[in-house]
């Protein structure tokens, strides 16, 4: 049997998403015009889709960093740090995040993806369990499976649900991990991080929060929403990703457990796998001490979002989550019009993600915005002009008949 | 049908939007034609129903509501 024949399904939903609105999935960037802008189907677009929190991607001091050590250390790495050995800026870039994450270690990660990856897999094994929230990310639950721990779903952001999810286990005798996000990508509804300490301190477990979407966004301090919490003691372990709010690649995890060092040796997706080139470990760098010298970012993008999710509001759309969030998810009918009006916005010049099942909680087919603190307030009314007359008055359903 | 697979054909009802009848030897997913992230909600309900743990792990070998009837079973003797 041919293994690919599996792939049919694939290929017919694909087929008709391009025949309904274009291909959602596929979409090239011909030109970068500058965090928000590109060039697409030979149209200038604005960006609303790129997770590019910060708008950090082309700052100057940034590019010249990355630039410095193309020259100085070369193209790339060449291979893993535990066989090929580290370069200095890895171990420059781990102690700067320390310092910013205010945490005792830090390890960096060739993605985001790899650090829960390995994160799970290194902290967890087939003695433990993990009790993961149902609305993770991939990453989470590919690094649970992984980790070869038990795993036990609880209802998302539901903190009684986990207690009793744990209560169920109380008899296990191996170690627990709890997993919870800061903000979810697909909704931007934070955790109520609050109520699971509550959890912890009745269960006594460790606690991981994946801070990819709040990294540099939540907080005072913008180390995320268990800074912004004020509960970030309570918080054994954080991850996080470069390729949001950092502008570059890779990922991180932090902590202050005195083995923590250790799971360098534990972790098979940062032991077998090449580390970051050195130009995208120098941006990282900069990156991260442009956010901590510049908290007017964080403030731009608390501005921006508010923007977009009080217009998104006044238009009578239904959102993702009622808090402001950088993560603005439109609720759309069906999967058809949800196309449709992809199409449609792309056309009139603004790009946002597509998010159907089973990529999305409760089987719901999102048009999802990222909002960049690049962003200027005339990109901001743009999109919500767009949504206007394209989502609020076709809802859904003119739009898919031409 | 015994009792702990007609429990489940009940609790899998609202997840049958293709009219399948259901019994011990419905496929779950391929049949209910309904995606991974469904399947683990329903697994869900099946919990709280029985009060019991269904760990994701067991899931990979559960294709069947019998499969799924043989899990319960196992795990409602042991609490």
């Given at each position: ?52 929190y910060m708008?950090i ?5 940034c ?23 580290s370069?200095s800026l890895h171990r420059e870039l781990e102690l700067e995040f320390a310092t910013f994450l205010d945490r005792k270690h830090c390890i960096v990660f060739?993605?985001g993806?790899?650090a829960n990856?390995g994160m799970m897999?290194g902290l ?53 991990l709890v997993v919870l996000e800061g903000i ?6 934070r955790a109520p991080l609050a109520?699971f300490v509550?959890?912890k301190k009745?269960?006594?477990f460790q606690l991981l929060v994946d801070e990819a979407h709040s990294f540099g966004v939540l907080g005072p301090h913008g180390r995320g929403l268990a800074d912004e919490a004020g509960l970030e003691k309570e918080v054994d372990f954080v991850v996080g990703t470069f390729s949001k709010s950092v502008g570059a690649?890779g990922g991180f995890g932090a902590g202050d457990h005195p083995y923590f060092e250790y799971l360098r040796?534990?972790m098979?997706?940062y ?5 970051s080139?050195?130009?995208?470990i120098a941006t990282s760098l900069a990156a991260i001490r442009k956010l901590a010298a510049e908290p007017q970012r964080r403030k731009?993008l608390a ?23 950088p ?46 603190a ?29 | ?79």
């Amino acid at each position: 049997m041919d293994l690919l024949a599996k792939l049919a399904t694939i290929s017919d939903r694909h087929m008709r998403m391009k025949a309904l609105g274009g291909d959602a999935v596929g979409v090239v960037n011909e030109k970068l015009i500058s965090p928000t802008r590109a060039l697409i189907d030979g149209r200038e677009t604005i960006l609303a889709g790129t997770n590019n929190y910060m708008g950090i991607t082309f700052d100057a001091e940034c590019i010249a960093a990355g630039q410095k050590a193309l020259a100085e250390f070369g193209t790339g790495t060449t291979g893993s740090r535990i066989a090929n050995g580290s370069f200095s800026l890895h171990r420059e870039l781990e102690l700067e995040f320390a310092t910013f994450l205010d945490r005792k270690h830090c390890i960096v990660f060739t993605t985001g993806y790899q650090a829960n990856l390995g994160m799970m897999s290194g902290l967890a094994g087939a003695r433990d369990t993990i009790y993961l929230d149902a609305d993770s990310h991939s990453s989470i639950y590919d690094g649970c499976t992984l980790s070869g721990a038990k795993l036990v779903r609880f209802r998302h952001n539901d903190a009684a649900d986990l207690d009793k999810r744990l209560a169920r286990g109380e008899a296990d005798e191996g170690g627990k991990l709890v997993v919870l996000e800061g903000i979810y990508s697909m909704m931007g509804d934070r955790a109520p991080l609050a109520d699971f300490v509550e959890v912890k301190k009745k269960h006594g477990f460790q606690l991981l929060v994946d801070e990819a979407h709040s990294f540099g966004v939540l907080g005072p301090h913008g180390r995320g929403l268990a800074d912004e919490a004020g509960l970030e003691k309570e918080v054994d372990f954080v991850v996080g990703t470069f390729s949001k709010s950092v502008g570059a690649i890779g990922g991180f995890g932090a902590g202050d457990h005195p083995y923590f060092e250790y799971l360098r040796y534990a972790m098979r997706p940062y032991m077998f796998t090449a580390s970051s080139s050195p130009a995208s470990i120098a941006t990282s760098l900069a990156a991260i001490r442009k956010l901590a010298a510049e908290p007017q970012r964080r403030k731009k993008l608390a501005e921006n979002s508010a923007r977009l999710f009080h217009g998104f509001k006044d238009l009578g759309l239904e959102l993702g989550c009622d808090v402001v969030s950088p993560v603005v998810a439109v609720r759309c009918p069906d999967e058809p019009s949800t196309i449709a009006m992809w199409g449609a916005l792309l056309k009139a010049g603004v790009y946002v993600n597509i998010a159907l099942p089973p990529g999305t909680p409760n089987k719901l087919c999102l048009l999802r915005c990222s909002v960049s603190a690049a962003h200027s307030d005339a990109e901001i009314d743009r999109i919500i002009e767009l949504f206007g007359a394209v989502v609020a008055q076709g809802h859904g359903k003119k739009v898919a008949n031409g | 049908m015994t009792d702990t697979v007609s429990q489940l054909c009940k609790l899998l009802e609202p997840f049958n939007t293709n009219g399948t009848v259901l019994s011990a030897a419905t496929d779950i997913s391929t049949d209910l034609n309904i995606d991974s992230v469904t399947v683990m909600d329903f697994v869900m309900e099946v919990e709280d129903h029985f009060d019991i743990e269904i760990p994701l792990n067991v899931l990979s070998e559960t294709r069947t509501v019998a499969d799924l009837a043989k899990v319960v079973e196992a795990r409602t003797k042991k609490g």
